[in-house]
């Protein structure tokens, strides 16, 4: 490339100043809207789309007759053509930071001088099969054909523009076609929104119309910033500056939580979900109201996609937000309780089957649109945390009030027939190869999916067993299992099953399963049905959900009730921090204080203050250190509620499944204080 922005072909760019932004930025500003950012290193993206364009409208010649415009990524910003609104929302707004809305301007102003902004032109994009040694465009009388990106499988995007009655002329043989949609982005809207943002400056930010997206949608508040942004995208987000986290108000959690919040959009979808949402006249956008009228029109399209979740209690999400269920967002975890129907996976049975790997992977289970993935992610996500929302959610609480449905629903989904769920591994003490285990599993190969399997495998009702591949270096992973829940019971085969697997840790799904089937799920989700707990109280709170092991122990302690309430939270309650006991039982920092003086004083408990604790009582005895995500704890309390200590001696797993519900955890820590089996120093 020349000093002057040209090539041999003709300009690069025909704008002063471009070429010195078309580089590696320009992905970076499109990050979430395109796919293969990494394609998009280097420069001369913006210079092959204005290329494209000038070849597709004849005012562009390449230097060889065959060499066509050249390339700008790998091609899927012709997604663009009709949905060019998505991009000009994140070149707007505030949030966007100034050198990717340099580069954003930049593509719009491209944009406005193609065919693309031409509401008359008629245009198509797809796949096509070129001959080999084709042309990368043609061009004649009926029109022009031009392939963008690079060739998959044989296979190359296209776009093409018809200029006459006939189709225009083709590289090959189409595999896919389809007419490009036509909204917002006609060349005088994209040139007014780029005259107005560099005269007036962007958008100012308004979070009430944050509010208002999230109340129209029953997303979270960090989501609902992001996607009114135009910055829905799990690639972009992390990346949010100190200036970007200020304008959007949000705490590093809940940036971190709004990212996964739509896990399963594509590129595709986000374009779509913004494609038609500002106004006819860009100058709206800057309007007192302007803002709030296109989180209206974005909230209209996500129900029409997506569904309206649930709004639940901020406090509620906040607290969700903390909890951090890391398959989940906030937002589907809160979902998955309140509009579980809706819950790909959970409104309906799901069958699944056992797929040969496109990668050279061995086989693995799945379904049709992600639903088996996302059952499996509610799955892991809900069900060890089924205890917190049930204790730490107060009564009448909408997440807390769907635990009954929500189990209903898993058990319901688990007694599918046709529903496969991963198992583990096959532990190396029993076997190496589906043939080291036919004496277990049987010799009857797995015939369930589409298509035979790659792989030696094995099926005896209720375990699969799949063989594992080779790598590169030669290396043969071990069989993987997979089972149908609902021929687990306590039978031979499914003792067969858990004999012969390895650690559950990172496939709980059989535990999971057990738990939810078992008699304490069972009791917990009576006590949330169960109306005796006053509305807006809290099972953490003995004084309502144990109201006579409270009074009794008081009186045996010799202490008042609210003492002896805190005494029973502190031996049995994973988070009693002063915040939450505050929140659990309604107090005011002096009563919490007096109550905390009172066990002080008789010595059950020590006043201190330690790292992550977000306390200063604790119980007697020995305290053992955690680091994020874990909670640090008493030695004694650990030992109660089932947790074992890391090689290092700090507590390093997550809760196990409970064994009681509350009232009966808050009664057998009393027992054992009653036994003289209680903390001591």
Request: hydrophobic share 40%.
């Amino acid at each position: 490339m020349a000093e002057d922005g040209t090539v041999a072909g003709g300009l690069l760019t025909a704008r002063a100043g471009v070429a010195a932004l078309d580089d590696h930025g320009v992905a970076v500003a499109l990050d979430g809207l395109i796919d293969g950012s990494g394609i998009w290193s280097g420069r001369g993206a913006l210079a092959g789309i204005e290329r494209t364009g000038r070849y597709l409208a004849g005012t562009w010649e390449p230097a060889a007759p065959d060499e066509g415009p050249g390339t700008a990524g790998e091609g899927s910003w012709a997604r663009f053509i009709g949905r060019i609104g998505a991009v000009a929302l994140r070149a707007a707004v505030e949030p966007t930071r100034d050198e990717r809305r340099r580069r954003l301007l930049a593509l719009l102003e491209i944009w406005a001088d193609s065919p693309f902004a031409d509401p008359e032109a008629r245009i198509r994009t797809g796949l096509v099969r070129p001959a080999d040694g084709g042309p990368a465009a043609v061009r004649d009388e009926r029109g022009a054909t031009v392939a963008v990106g690079w060739a998959a499988d044989g296979l190359r995007k296209f776009v093409d523009v018809r200029t006459g009655l006939p189709a225009p002329p083709s590289l090959g043989t189409i595999e896919e076609v389809t007419d490009v949609p036509r909204g917002w982005g006609s060349a005088g809207q994209v040139r007014r929104l780029v005259d107005l943002v560099r005269e007036r400056g962007p958008v100012p930010w308004d979070l009430h119309a944050v509010t208002v997206l999230r109340d129209g949608t029953g997303m979270g508040r960090a989501a609902a910033s992001f996607a009114l942004a135009g910055m829905l995208a799990a690639g972009y987000l992390p990346r949010l500056d100190d200036r970007e986290r200020e304008i959007h108000r949000l705490k590093l959690a809940e940036i971190e939580d709004g990212v996964r919040e739509r896990g399963r959009m594509g590129p595709l979808d986000r374009l779509e979900l913004m494609a038609d949402v500002l106004p006819e006249d860009p100058a709206e956008l800057w309007e007192p109201q302007g803002m709030r009228a296109v989180a209206e029109r974005i909230a209209q399209v996500w129900r029409e996609r997506y569904g309206r979740r649930t709004v639940v209690p901020e406090r509620t999400f906040d607290a969700v937000v903390e909890l951090n269920p890391s398959s989940l967002s906030a937002g589907r975890f809160c979902a998955a309780f309140t509009d579980h129907a809706a819950i790909r996976g959970l409104g309906s049975d799901l069958d699944t089957w056992i797929r040969n790997s496109d990668s050279g992977f061995r086989p693995f289970a799945t379904a049709e649109d992600w639903g088996l993935r996302d059952f499996d992610d509610t799955l892991r996500a809900v069900v060890p945390n089924l205890f917190w929302v049930c204790t730490e959610l107060p009564a009448g609480d909408p997440v807390r009030s769907g635990v009954p449905g929500l189990v209903r629903a898993l058990l319901e989904r688990l007694n599918h027939p046709g529903l496969l769920l991963d198992a583990g591994s096959l532990s190396r003490a029993v076997g190496h190869t589906v043939a080291d285990v036919r004496d277990r599993f049987g010799s009857h190969p797995y015939t369930d999916g589409p298509e035979p399997l790659h792989v030696e495998s094995a099926d005896d009702g209720l375990t699969v067993v799949v063989d594992g591949v080779v790598d590169r270096r030669g290396d043969r992973s071990q069989p993987e299992l997979y089972f149908r829940p609902a021929f687990y019971a306590d039978d031979d085969r499914s003792r067969t099953l858990l004999a012969a697997r390895a650690d559950s840790r990172h496939s709980p799904a059989l535990e999971l399963v057990e738990w939810l089937r078992g008699p304490v799920c069972a009791r917990i989700v009576e006590r949330v049905e169960d109306a005796s707990l006053p509305t807006g109280s809290y099972e953490t709170n003995p004084a309502h959900s144990a109201p006579a092991l409270t009074a009794q122990a008081a009186t045996e302690l010799g202490v008042d009730q609210d003492a002896a309430a805190l005494y029973l939270q502190l031996l049995t309650l994973r988070t009693p921090s002063d915040r939450n006991i505050r929140t659990w039982n309604g107090w005011k920092p002096a009563r919490h204080h007096k109550a905390a003086a009172v066990l002080a004083e008789r010595g059950l408990a020590v006043e201190d203050k330690r790292a992550r604790a977000g306390r200063r009582l604790f119980l007697p005895g020995e305290w053992i250190h955690a680091k994020k995500p874990y909670q640090p704890m008493e030695a004694w309390k650990a030992q109660l509620l089932g947790l074992e200590r890391a090689y290092n001696g700090r507590l390093a797993t997550p809760l196990p499944l409970p064994t009681r519900t509350l009232p009966e955890l808050f009664a057998h820590a009393w027992g054992l204080v009653r036994e003289g089996r209680g903390p001591s120093a």
